[in-house]
């Protein structure tokens, strides 16, 4: 599910792209069948479609017509994230080792140093990418590498939620329970241990926590069941 500039939502099916229109989703009439959507992001009056097989393909919402905009190269496998940075980048998680960046120039592998199973994309207020997924904790993927900035207890652990407060406090709901980052420092907040945080959200006073064992506020003045 996505939101375009116009503040519409989207979802992306397996073959049909639907619009959310009144309080029902409407088909996206496509040209022709671009195969499995995997994901989808926005750029304009365009919606890119991430089809595994063929790569990226936009799709101009006034005349509907489909252009490819990147191909993989032989033997890249392309996974089912898509996001598209501030600086026009467009970012895909591959297999367990690498994303893919698609740059004017083309794809090409980013690779780390350790499994990543990216699964979610998040990109703070500054441009900072973050990574997580299946058993991998935290990442922060920059111009050249990949960096794991988690303690060493989060790093094997999985991260369900990323969420950037007013401050710029960075807020992470993992299978384990709650943790902040702030100036290379994961605070863990110890009354949500064990429970796993599927959606985090901000709230006037404080941030806003759906665990598996009830929703939290947390705040300056403590943590409190809703």
């Not at 926005?42 to 017509?65: C, E, H, P, W, Y």
């Not at 501030?86 to 895909?92: A, F, K, M, P």
């Not at 990216?118 to 960096?147: C, H, K, M, Y």
């Amino acid at each position: 599910i996505r939101e375009d500039a116009q503040g519409r939502l989207w979802v992306a099916g397996e073959k049909l792209l639907f619009r959310l229109e009144g309080d029902e989703f409407r088909p996206q009439p496509l040209p022709e069948p671009p195969g499995n959507i995997a994901d989808i992001a926005f750029q304009g009056n365009a919606v890119l479609l991430l089809i595994r097989k063929l790569g990226v393909i936009s799709m101009d919402l006034t005349t509907g017509v489909m252009s490819p905009v990147r191909r993989p190269p032989p033997g890249l496998d392309l996974g089912s994230f898509l996001h598209l940075d501030r600086s026009g980048t467009l970012w895909i998680t591959g297999n367990d080792t690498y994303m893919v960046r698609a740059a004017a120039n083309g794809m090409e592998p980013f690779k780390s140093i350790a499994p990543l199973f990216p699964d979610v994309l998040f990109e703070d207020r500054e441009g900072n990418l973050w990574a997580s997924g299946l058993a991998s904790g935290l990442t922060q993927i920059s111009d050249t590498a990949f960096r794991n900035l988690t303690s060493p207890e989060a790093r094997r652990d999985t991260a369900w939620a990323l969420l950037e407060d007013r401050s710029g406090t960075l807020w992470i709901g993992f299978e384990a329970g709650l943790a902040s980052y702030r100036d290379g420092v994961v605070k863990w907040i110890p009354q949500l241990a064990g429970r796993r945080v599927a959606t985090l959200m901000e709230h006037p006073a404080g941030v806003v926590a759906d665990t598996s064992k009830g929703t939290y506020l947390v705040g300056p003045a403590g943590v409190r069941l809703l």
